[in-house]
């Protein structure tokens, strides 16, 4: 009877021991990269997104521009207050980036209000990039960018990330993801 018991208990102990957690299973937890510009919470932003299981893209480049125009339009959205792919004056992001000098294909262009692969995000518990991106994680919509689902932003390998702290502003914390194709 003890014997019996002693091969049970070892059974359960190896079975509970191959079953659980291991170094190779655990989460990574994703490193920004030196080259990624922004702010910290920018930077683990990025490293989040990229570091990704489930990104689909075959590579991801931090582009200066792209960061510039993704702090502006968080910036500008708390200043401005309001919270919307277009600004008040009816552009989209896709002639924001255009304005830097960073060629898109011209069919992004066709509209004032054009919006091809941005991302946004507002609210006052949203002030680390793990809460901000667990959020785009429950959208829809916003996974079907942020990880690349469709071959459309899947070839969008540029990017720029841009947060803002607004205090004052109705919604507090503003969080921009931009990508883009390389330019041509």
């Not at 262009?109 to 941005?118: D, I, P, Q, R």
């Amino acid at each position: 009877m003890m014997i019996r018991f002693l091969i049970i208990l070892l059974s359960f102990l190896v079975f509970a021991s191959c079953s659980g957690t291991n170094a190779n299973s655990a989460p990574v937890k994703p490193i920004p990269i030196p080259s990624d510009k922004g702010s910290i919470k920018e930077r683990r932003m990025a490293a989040l997104i990229r570091g990704h299981r489930k990104q689909n893209r075959p590579q991801m480049l931090y582009d200066n521009r792209l960061g510039a125009v993704a702090r502006m339009r968080a910036r500008d959205m708390g200043q401005r207050n309001y919270f919307s792919h277009v600004d008040p004056d009816g552009y989209g992001a896709n002639r924001h980036i255009a304005r830097t000098g960073y060629r898109l294909p011209q069919r992004w262009l066709a509209f004032k209000s054009g919006n091809s692969g941005e991302s946004i995000l507002g609210g006052g518990a949203q002030g680390t990039a793990r809460a901000a991106f667990d959020l785009w994680m429950r959208s829809s919509g916003h996974k079907r960018h942020v990880l690349a689902s469709n071959p459309f932003y899947q070839k969008q390998t540029r990017f720029g990330i841009g947060y803002a702290h607004v205090s004052g502003s109705r919604l507090r914390h503003y969080w921009v993801f931009i990508t883009a194709p390389p330019e041509k």
